[in-house]
């Protein structure tokens, strides 16, 4: 199995900077893909609602949601499978549960796709 693993969420005046990382570890040969995913406020963790943030492809292209572009900067750590996102001139729209997820290869033909347990990010205006 694998697990991700958030941190660094917290609370900030608007205008702040925050940078979360996201440690992946156990069984992996290979992550393919890596993405951030806002929870919106009131959503209660419906999987349904979250809304793709930023995120890492397998050929180490990044991809941004148009609201984000400018302000965050998404990036992995290979060698420690570790993925980022540094979070300027935030906002509080901003404000939501951040949710990494991964596309997984473990070798001998197994593959693991899941969510970690989410960091909370609060802008406070």
């Known amino acids: 199995q694998v697990q991700l693993v958030e941190s660094g969420g917290g609370l900030v005046q608007a205008g702040g900077s925050l940078r979360l990382a996201c440690a992946a570890s156990?069984?992996?040969?290979?992550?393919?893909?890596m993405d951030w995913y806002r929870q919106p406020p009131g959503t209660h963790r419906d999987i349904h609602q979250r809304?793709?943030?930023?995120?890492?492809?397998?050929?180490?292209?990044?991809h941004y949601a148009d609201s984000v572009k400018g302000r965050f900067t998404v990036s992995r750590d290979h060698a420690k499978n570790t993925m980022y996102l540094q979070m300027n001139s935030l906002k509080p729209e901003d404000t939501g549960l951040y949710y990494c997820?991964?596309?997984?290869?473990?070798?001998?033909?197994?593959?693991?796709?899941?969510w970690g347990q989410g960091t909370q990010v609060t802008v406070s205006s």
């Open positions: 997820n991964a596309d997984v290869d473990m070798g001998h033909g197994g593959t693991w796709y899941g």
């Open positions: 156990g069984a992996i040969a290979t992550i393919n893909a």
């Open positions: 809304e793709l943030v930023a995120g890492v492809a397998s050929d180490s292209s990044t």
